[in-house]
Every structure is written in structure tokens, then in C-alpha cells.
């Protein structure tokens, strides 16, 4: 029954952007109790998913769950998906506060670059 869940979702999330598709198909490829634990932030141009892990401490636990939520999220998102990277909350704070667009990953960017 979950895969045809899955498969349901992903054909209804064909109209959205890649990036759109990914944030939707987070909480099903990692269940609601887990995906509340962390933020999808984007797709980078290499195709890589950034996501801000929200407490301290489960960083480990996703970067242990790396290959499985990667392929789980190709699969019901169905984009093309390099792999995931995960950051600690405060990690992209910090940054942000040095430079505005600095917390985003590099598509985003280069878009804020231009609107300047």
C-alpha cells in the first residue's frame, strides 16, 4: 500500500519545480516524526539536496540515513538527485548573519546575484 501511496505522489507532484517536489516528498521518505527534525532548504546546480537539521544531536542520525532517504526521494519525487548534505542549524545562521545569501544553496544564489 505505501508504494502505491508513493507512486500516486509522485505522478501528482509532476507539475511542481524539482526543488518543490523534494520538500513534498520529505516527509513521506522519512515519516512525519523524523522529517519535523529537519528543513529541506534546496537543489543546488550539482544536483544536491541541502537540508538544515534542526536539533542538535540528529545530524548523525541523518547522515546514517544518507542513501536510503536519497534514493527513497528520487524514487517519489522523481528527480535526479546526486545526494543529500546535512547541516546543523546553527551552521547556516552563522553565515547568514556575515552575508544574506550565504545560507542558500548556489542556484539560489546566483538568482538573489541577479535581482541585486
Same mark, same amino acid.
Given at each position: ?12 507532484l509532476?507539475?511542481?519545480s ?8 520529505w #516527509?513521506v521518505?522519512?515519516?512525519? #516524526?523524523?522529517a519535523e ?7 543546488d ?7 538544515r537539521?534542526?536539533?542538535p544531536?540528529?545530524c548523525d ?9 536519497t ?5 517519489i519525487?522523481g ?10 542549524q546553527?551552521?547556516?545562521?552563522? +553565515? ?5 545569501a ?6 539560489? +544564489? ?7
Amino acid at each position: 500500500m505505501r508504494d502505491v501511496l508513493r507512486g500516486t505522489l509522485g505522478r501528482s507532484l509532476r507539475t511542481l519545480s524539482d526543488e518543490d517536489r523534494l520538500a513534498v516528498a520529505w #516527509v513521506v521518505a522519512c515519516g512525519p #516524526v523524523l522529517a519535523e527534525r529537519a528543513e529541506v532548504l534546496g537543489l543546488d546546480e550539482d544536483r544536491v539536496l541541502h537540508v538544515r537539521v534542526l536539533q542538535p544531536g540528529w545530524c548523525d542520525q541523518f547522515a546514517q540515513m544518507r542513501s536510503m532517504l536519497t534514493d527513497q526521494l528520487r524514487k517519489i519525487a522523481g528527480v535526479r538527485l546526486q545526494t543529500i548534505h546535512f547541516e546543523g542549524q546553527g551552521s547556516t545562521r552563522e +553565515r547568514a548573519r556575515e552575508t544574506p545569501a550565504a545560507g542558500l544553496p548556489t542556484t539560489r +544564489r546566483k538568482e538573489q546575484r541577479k535581482s541585486s
